[in-house]
């Protein structure tokens, strides 16, 4: 009898054991997490293009989530886990920097420029200087351009109007939108006569013309600085994203979208 419990506590020993060294083997292996970067909505299409090449190289996955500066650095300053963020102007990058949220020194990737556009069928024309009538060629319709409280388009269009000496004359005409993307499809959607938008944007929409440029001098300059995030859940990834983003490659992708590279 003592021999038979011997052997039936062994055999139940041994099972023990050998569901303990099982138990590991049989959890779930988790995915490694993408890379997240916030960015401007500007860059929409040339940094998916840039990205997906790096992910090709990495083998890493990529996810970009698209806005006004503005809103990405508001919703990182609340705690919103992202890898990378890339603004359309330095202020917006300045704002995270001195709330201790970018980890180094941001570099300053890229350039741009911004336009006056009209719907492609549309008969305006214009020259952009001193004093020029925007106000009569929006023969009673609104302006769209990027809110120029916030977001960074709409920031150097009502600095450039400024200069111009115009602003006031359109300033309650405007059409304030979300970011310059939205902008731009109210100009393609006929639904507003006039706007401004980057010269990338204009570009990359064949539903709009670009009627003028402003002079590089009526505005600070555009510059997109792009930074690792000091809470970045993926910070080794982001630096390596970042270093390809300043690479040949990506370069390549960006100029030829129409951006300026600075880097």
């Not at 064949?206 to 300059?221: E, I, L, N, R, W």
Request: glycine share 8%; hydrophobic share 55%; charged share 15%.
């Amino acid at each position: 009898m003592t021999m038979s419990l011997s052997r039936r506590g062994l055999a139940a020993f041994a099972a023990a054991v050998a569901l303990t060294f099982a138990l590991p083997l049989a959890a779930p292996v988790r995915a490694a997490e993408p890379v997240l970067i916030f960015a401007a909505a500007s860059l929409k299409g040339s940094l998916d293009a840039a990205a997906a090449a790096w992910s090709k190289t990495s083998g890493d996955e990529v996810k970009i989530s698209y806005a006004a500066s503005s809103a990405l650095a508001r919703q990182v300053e609340q705690g919103a886990p992202a890898d990378l963020f890339i603004s359309a102007d330095l202020d917006w990058m300045s704002y995270l920097e001195t709330r201790n949220l970018v980890a180094g020194t941001p570099v300053k990737l890229l350039g741009n420029r911004i336009v006056l556009v009209a719907p492609k069928d549309s008969t305006v024309t214009a020259t952009i200087a001193k004093g020029f009538d925007l106000a009569g060629l929006l023969a009673g319709g609104r302006l769209a351009m990027g809110d120029p409280a916030a977001v960074p388009a709409g920031k150097y269009g009502k600095a450039a109007l400024e200069a111009l000496g115009i602003w006031a004359s359109v300033a309650d005409k405007v059409a304030a939108a979300e970011n310059v993307r939205a902008a731009l499809v109210l100009v393609a959607r006929g639904e507003a006569p006039l706007g401004i938008v980057y010269a990338t944007d204009a570009a990359a929409d064949p539903a709009v013309k670009v009627v003028g440029t402003f002079p590089a001098d009526s505005h600070p300059p555009i510059v997109y600085p792009a930074a690792v995030l000091k809470d970045a859940p993926a910070p080794e990834k982001a630096a390596a994203l970042l270093a390809f983003l300043r690479g040949p490659v990506a370069h390549e992708i960006f100029a030829k979208a129409g951006f300026t590279v600075l880097d």
